[in-house]
Structure formats: structure tokens, C-alpha cells
């Protein structure tokens, strides 16, 4: 009996130890996805916990224990599109649609997190370091969505720079937040702008129907066509009698 008892007290108190651990950690969640990591003290977490500064000491002795321990749960509770079912769509073009959307609809589900993370990773080497993973997995999404395109050299610098930038968060935010662009309509866009990168040319620059006539006003205007009507020059001549 006396057993079975310290066995339900050892099991009671890991528990108790479990729960502490995991309220310090959802507490520091929240307060970095509201004020950010580089506003998130000790005293504050200690706080929204419910327990002493000594006790998250005693859980996370440094920071990059506390915000490892942070990073795992929260990507847990918010996992990222899954890059190996974007890599089973054959076509390209249709590959990125369906990436971008999704990876939209996340930014959208995490937007506090990710607009902190970005800005507090420039003063916090452990913010920077924790969120290298994120990047490593965009340039793994880049290179998924590069397959198939067959472009070169120059081509396929532009391509490549293009779906680069479709896929940062930045990119998102500014088509979503600044401009107002729904999820679908920002998708829309940065796949025409990877369709100009790899096959598109302004109507402008591949015409040529208007160079001949720019040509033919160069002329008269200069008074070199001899086949011209002078009315090109009758500006020059009004001057010249005032």
C-alpha cells in the first residue's frame, strides 16, 4: 500500500510538472503573438502563468530553451502546408495556384505570430535562429514549384527570383493588408507575375507597328524628308519671324 501511494505521488507531481511547463509555455505563445518576443519578459509570463519567475527559471533555465520549447508547440497547433502534395501536382502553373493559396490561408491564420517573428528576429539571434527552419522550408517550396518549368539561364533566374518573392510573407502582407486583396486575388496575381517572368513581354516591347511612324515624325520634324509637307517645320518658322 505504502508503495502504490509514493508511486501516485511521484505520478501526481510529474503531472503537476507536465501542467506548469505547458501553461509557462502557451503563456509565452500568447504574449509573442500579441506584443512579440522581444517584448515578452519573464515578469510577463510569470504573470499570465500563474506562477513565480523562479518557476519558469526552473522549467526553461535560458532563453533558448524557453523559445524552442515555444517554437515545437506552436507549430504543432499550426502546421504548415504540406509540401510533399504540392509536389504530386504535375502541371506547374496549377502547382503554384493551389501552393499559394494555401500558404495564404496560413499567413492569414497567423498573421500576429509571423509579423512579429519577422520584425523581432532582427534584434533576437535566437528569434533568427529558430525561424531559419520556416525559410529553409520556402526555399524547399521554391525549388518544388521550379520543377517542370524548363526555363534557363537568365530565364530561370527571373522565374525563380519570381516565386521567391510570391512566397514570403512580406509579400503577402502587403497584397493582402495594403492593397486589399482577398487570398485568391493575391495568388492570382503572383502567378501572372511567374507567367511574365518565364514567357511574357509587354505588348510594347515585341510590337513594332508604331516604330516606323515615330521614325517618319523624327524626320519631318527635323526637316529631313524631303517627300514631307513642311507642316512639321512651320512651328520652327513662326518662331523664327517673331
Known amino acids: 500500500m505504502a508503495d502504490q501511494k509514493r508511486a501516485y505521488r ?7 510538472e507536465s501542467e506548469t511547463r505547458r501553461r509557462i509555455t502557451e503563456s509565452t505563445i500568447e504574449l509573442h503573438g500579441t506584443v512579440g518576443p522581444a517584448h515578452t519578459s519573464i515578469s ?36 504548415s502546408p ?14 503554384l495556384r ?17 509579423d512579429n517573428l519577422h520584425r523581432d528576429e532582427v534584434t533576437m539571434p535566437t528569434v533568427k535562429r ?30 525563380r527570383a519570381a516565386i521567391g518573392h510570391s512566397l514570403a510573407f512580406p509579400t503577402w502582407r502587403s497584397l493582402a493588408r495594403l492593397e486589399g486583396l482577398d487570398d485568391a486575388q493575391a495568388a492570382e496575381l503572383m502567378c501572372a507575375l511567374v507567367a511574365f517572368a518565364q514567357n511574357g513581354r509587354t505588348r510594347a516591347s515585341t510590337g513594332n507597328s508604331r516604330r516606323p511612324a515615330a521614325r517618319t515624325s523624327a524626320k519631318a520634324a527635323s526637316g529631313s524628308d524631303p517627300g514631307g509637307t513642311g507642316r512639321a517645320r512651320a512651328p520652327l518658322r513662326a518662331l523664327a519671324d517673331t
Open 130 to 159: 529558430l525561424f531559419s527552419g520556416f525559410r529553409e522550408y520556402l526555399a524547399v517550396a521554391r525549388d518544388s514549384l521550379m520543377l517542370g518549368r524548363g526555363a534557363r539561364g537568365a530565364v530561370r533566374r527571373r522565374v
Open 44 to 79: 510577463a509570463i510569470a504573470q499570465h502563468a500563474g506562477v513565480r519567475r523562479s518557476t519558469v527559471y526552473r522549467h526553461f533555465p535560458d532563453e533558448l530553451a524557453l523559445l524552442t520549447a515555444c517554437s515545437s508547440h506552436w507549430m504543432r497547433e499550426n502546421p
Open 10 to 16: 511521484k505520478r501526481r507531481r510529474a503531472e503537476l
Open 98 to 114: 493551389i501552393a499559394l493559396e494555401e500558404l495564404y490561408a496560413y499567413y492569414r491564420r497567423t498573421e500576429r505570430m509571423m
Open 82 to 95: 504540406d509540401l510533399a502534395r504540392w509536389a504530386e501536382i504535375d502541371a506547374p502553373e496549377a502547382r
